[in-house]
């Protein structure tokens, strides 16, 4: 697609509750990252990806966090166990170069709220 | 110490005003810098890169000092449609890393 996708757009879990949350990145970009946004903050690095392989997850805060990305493309962001502390927009990244800034773009984000 | 630190505001200024934010960051290692735009409840997008030697876009100019570890960004004749909120991104062979963000909020 022409930008990146990702669903829901928005998501109520209940606490304990396990949620997956999809990102579609622009087709052809091997480098994926997924960003935490709590309210009033800037984005934090979870974790990144380039192309299935999972290079850097050195940002997720716990292991109940896990994502994947298994043929390249599409990524899924899995959080178990759902705390109200997990409440915070995802923010999904794509890039055909890391190393260059100028090059990421970001999806609309999830808004997760736990309950 | 966060990686890199912002005011975060917010910065309330009538339109026309000149307005400046800065951000500072702790990593000397760090290779590339830049300014995004965020928007209420909108992904973060790219503003503008940051050079040693300054650049400029229209109205917003950046500055980084590599000695001092220190990012500027100026937005000179403010417009209603610059209230945002503005991240300093830094990054090196790492991710991009944000700041906190500072808001901004011009008003008529």
């Known amino acids: 697609g022409a930008g990146v996708s990702q669903s829901p757009r928005y998501k109520v879990a209940k606490r304990g509750q396990d949620?997956?949350?999809?990102?579609?990145?622009?087709?052809?970009?091997?480098?994926?990252f997924w960003y935490q946004?709590?309210?009033?903050?800037?984005?934090?690095?979870?974790?990144?990806?380039?192309?299935?392989?999972?290079?850097?997850?050195?940002?997720?805060?716990?292991?109940?966090?896990?994502?994947?990305?298994?043929?390249g493309s599409v990524s899924t962001l899995k959080i178990q166990r759902t705390q109200q502390e997990d409440s915070a927009v995802y923010l999904c990244?794509?890039?055909?170069n890391p190393r260059q800034g100028r090059g990421y773009t970001f999806g609309s984000g999830t808004r997760l709220t736990v309950v | 110490?966060?990686?890199?630190?912002?005011?975060?505001?917010?910065?309330?200024?009538?339109?026309g005003a000149t307005v400046a934010f800065n951000c500072t960051y702790s990593n000397?290692?760090?290779?590339?810098?830049?300014?995004?735009?965020?928007?209420?409840?909108?992904?973060?997008?790219?503003?503008?890169?940051?050079?040693?030697?300054?650049?400029?876009?229209?109205?917003?100019?950046?500055?980084?000092?590599?000695?001092?570890?220190?990012?500027?960004l100026l937005i000179r004749d403010s417009k209603l449609s610059d209230s945002a909120t503005y991240l300093c991104v830094v990054t090196g062979?790492?991710?991009?890393?944000?700041?906190?963000?500072?808001?901004?909020?011009?008003?008529?």
């Not at chain 1, 990806?49 to 716990?62: I, M, W």
């Not at chain 2, 290779?31 to 109205?59: A, H, I, T």
Request: hydrophobic residues 35%; neutral net charge; glycine residues 6%.
């Open chain 1, 19 to 32: 949620v997956a949350l999809r990102c579609d990145p622009i087709s052809g970009h091997v480098s994926l």
């Open chain 1, 37 to 71: 946004q709590a309210l009033g903050q800037g984005p934090e690095f979870l974790t990144y990806f380039q192309n299935e392989a999972q290079l850097d997850k050195s940002g997720l805060p716990s292991d109940r966090f896990f994502a994947e990305r298994p043929e």
């Open chain 1, 93 to 96: 990244a794509s890039s055909l």
């Open chain 2, 1 to 15: 110490r966060k990686e890199v630190e912002q005011d975060p505001g917010p910065f309330n200024v009538p339109e």
């Open chain 2, 28 to 72: 000397s290692a760090s290779q590339s810098f830049f300014w995004y735009r965020q928007d209420c409840r909108k992904e973060p997008k790219l503003l503008m890169s940051v050079y040693s030697s300054g650049n400029e876009d229209g109205r917003f100019t950046a500055q980084l000092n590599r000695a001092s570890q220190y990012i500027s």
């Open chain 2, 93 to 108: 062979n790492t991710p991009l890393v944000f700041g906190k963000g500072t808001r901004l909020s011009v008003i008529a």
